[in-house]
């Protein structure tokens, strides 16, 4: 296979000495720090002797294991992962055994500290090895001293942000029951760590990009002479770096208006606003993948003789989703009149994601509501109207139910 080669590690608590498709460790152990046992009462921390899983003289243990410099990359997906232990001695008692991995930064030596086991930060995932076979003898090195499939483990700790090839592995046995492996100071029949991967790294995840259309405006006209409005898209960015294109169109404007835009796709557009009233444009930029949600700037222009109020729908909001739908609660209290007068409210929805039925209570008011009953984008318009200025204010806002 060209693009995909899964690798099998055989890694050990000692350094690797063969590369090739299999990788095998066949090193003595040099070091007693890198497995070990805590008194789960005490806490007390024993570095020396065969590992106990988990009873001994009538004492419980949790064990650890740390496997220094394994060679899987990030990104890979584990396969297949156990580890295998050696007996110390025969016993037949039932045991079941639950393990976890270690997430830390660095996965350190064992210390004689106490609790220096069960003070370690522990994956999510863990596997259970339950109704473990009889060990027959001393010595005896097989399938009924391997662990169950530790993949989900071993996932969990490469996936983390900071994983990268080289780095120790750590590992943690706890349960009931009574089997004694032999440990570091038993050299060549130290437990083993075995690993399988799928090499093949997934495409990296591209990330919407996000359009920022730039600050509402407010201008006055003075003699009807047409206003060059300037748009901002300048701050719309995109979390992998890549280049964006922007698009921009006109969704709202004064009646017997017709302005056109310089440049639809520059990021600083003009416009000559010809006729008092509100502007509503919305901004859309791609990252050569996929479009960014809407961003919408509203620009008002008012006349020299009353100003409209200046809507204010409050700022954007992005919910998640309840089980029976999701309340929502809209306010126009920031909105105000420059000519102090009584301002009065009316809420539309722009647009609603495909299938929703979701309606406004009380749309007249200055907070009003709704359930949004399906997940993806409302666009709500408040419209604010002080009876006096040729045109009301307008501004949208949008709700993101995720």
Same mark, same amino acid.
């Given at each position: 296979?060209?693009?995909?080669?899964?690798?099998?590690?055989?890694?050990?608590?000692?350094?690797?000495?063969?590369?090739?498709?299999?990788?095998?460790?066949?090193?003595?152990?040099?070091?007693?720090?890198?497995?070990?046992?805590?008194?789960?009462?005490?806490?007390?921390?024993?570095?020396?002797?065969?590992?106990?899983?988990?009873?001994?003289?009538?004492?419980?243990?949790?064990?650890?294991?740390?496997?220094?410099?394994?060679?899987?990359?990030?990104?890979?997906?584990?396969?297949?992962?156990?580890?295998?232990?050696?007996?110390?001695?025969?016993?037949?008692?039932?045991?079941?055994?639950?393990?976890?991995?270690?997430?830390?930064?660095?996965?350190?030596?064992?210390?004689?500290?106490?609790?220096?086991?069960?003070?370690?930060?522990?994956?999510?995932?863990?596997?259970?090895?339950?109704?473990?076979?009889?060990?027959?003898?001393?010595?005896?090195?097989?399938?009924?001293?391997?662990?169950?499939?530790?993949?989900?483990?071993?996932?969990?700790?490469?996936?983390?942000?900071?994983?990268?090839?080289?780095?120790?592995?750590?590992?943690?046995?706890?349960?009931?029951?009574?089997?004694?492996?032999?440990?570091?100071?038993?050299?060549?029949?130290?437990?083993?760590?075995? @690993?399988?991967? #799928?090499?093949?790294?997934?495409?990296?995840?591209?990330?919407?990009? &996000?359009?920022?259309? *730039? %600050?509402?405006? +407010?201008?006055?006209?003075?003699?009807?002479?047409?206003?060059?409005?300037?748009?901002?898209?300048?701050?719309?960015?995109?979390?992998?770096?890549?280049?964006?294109?922007?698009?921009?169109?006109?969704?709202?404007?004064?009646?017997?208006?017709?302005?056109?835009?310089?440049?639809?796709?520059?990021?600083?557009?003009?416009?000559?606003?010809?006729?008092?009233?509100?502007?509503?444009?919305?901004?859309?930029?791609?990252?050569?993948?996929?479009?960014?949600?809407?961003?919408?700037?509203?620009?008002?222009?008012?006349?020299?003789?009353?100003?409209?109020?200046?809507?204010?729908?409050?700022?954007?909001?992005?919910?998640?989703?309840?089980?029976?739908?999701?309340?929502?609660?809209?306010?126009?209290?920031?909105? @105000?009149?420059? #000519?102090?007068?009584?301002?009065?409210?009316?809420?539309?929805?722009? &647009?609603?994601?495909? *299938? %929703?039925?979701? +309606?406004?209570?009380?749309?007249?008011?200055?907070?009003?509501?709704?359930?949004?009953?399906?997940?993806?984008?409302?666009?709500?318009?408040?419209?604010?109207?002080?009876?006096?200025?040729?045109?009301?204010?307008?501004?949208?806002?949008?709700?993101?139910?995720?």
């Amino acid at each position: 296979m060209k693009n995909s080669i899964k690798v099998l590690l055989l890694l050990s608590l000692s350094t690797v000495i063969a590369v090739s498709t299999t990788i095998h460790t066949k090193r003595k152990i040099s070091s007693t720090y890198d497995d070990a046992e805590e008194n789960i009462i005490t806490r007390k921390i024993n570095l020396n002797g065969p590992l106990h899983f988990v009873t001994h003289k009538g004492q419980e243990f949790i064990t650890g294991l740390r496997f220094k410099n394994i060679k899987v990359p990030k990104g890979v997906t584990i396969t297949n992962a156990y580890i295998q232990f050696t007996a110390k001695e025969k016993n037949s008692e039932t045991t079941n055994l639950t393990i976890q991995g270690e997430l830390a930064h660095i996965t350190r030596k064992f210390k004689g500290k106490s609790g220096n086991i069960s003070s370690r930060t522990k994956t999510i995932s863990s596997v259970d090895w339950n109704d473990i076979s009889s060990w027959e003898r001393a010595s005896e090195k097989g399938d009924k001293q391997k662990t169950s499939d530790l993949s989900p483990i071993i996932q969990e700790i490469i996936d983390q942000d900071d994983w990268h090839k080289g780095k120790a592995m750590g590992f943690f046995i706890s349960g009931t029951g009574n089997r004694v492996a032999k440990s570091a100071h038993h050299k060549t029949l130290a437990p083993v760590l075995y @690993i399988e991967y #799928d090499d093949t790294v997934a495409a990296p995840t591209n990330h919407p990009p &996000l359009a920022e259309a *730039g %600050s509402n405006q +407010t201008h006055i006209m003075v003699n009807n002479i047409p206003i060059s409005i300037q748009l901002d898209g300048s701050t719309s960015s995109d979390l992998d770096g890549d280049p964006i294109t922007y698009t921009w169109n006109f969704i709202g404007k004064p009646i017997g208006s017709n302005p056109i835009l310089s440049d639809n796709r520059a990021v600083n557009p003009i416009f000559n606003a010809d006729r008092a009233g509100v502007y509503i444009l919305q901004l859309v930029v791609n990252d050569g993948v996929v479009n960014s949600p809407i961003d919408t700037v509203t620009i008002t222009i008012n006349s020299n003789q009353n100003t409209a109020p200046i809507a204010n729908a409050g700022t954007d909001q992005t919910l998640l989703r309840g089980e029976d739908g999701t309340f929502v609660q809209l306010d126009g209290s920031a909105s @105000i009149d420059l #000519d102090g007068d009584p301002i009065s409210y009316e809420w539309r929805f722009i &647009l609603k994601p495909l *299938g %929703s039925t979701a +309606t406004l209570d009380n749309p007249y008011t200055m907070n009003p509501s709704f359930w949004a009953d399906v997940p993806g984008d409302y666009y709500v318009l408040l419209i604010a109207d002080d009876n006096i200025a040729l045109f009301p204010g307008l501004d949208p806002v949008t709700i993101t139910i995720q």
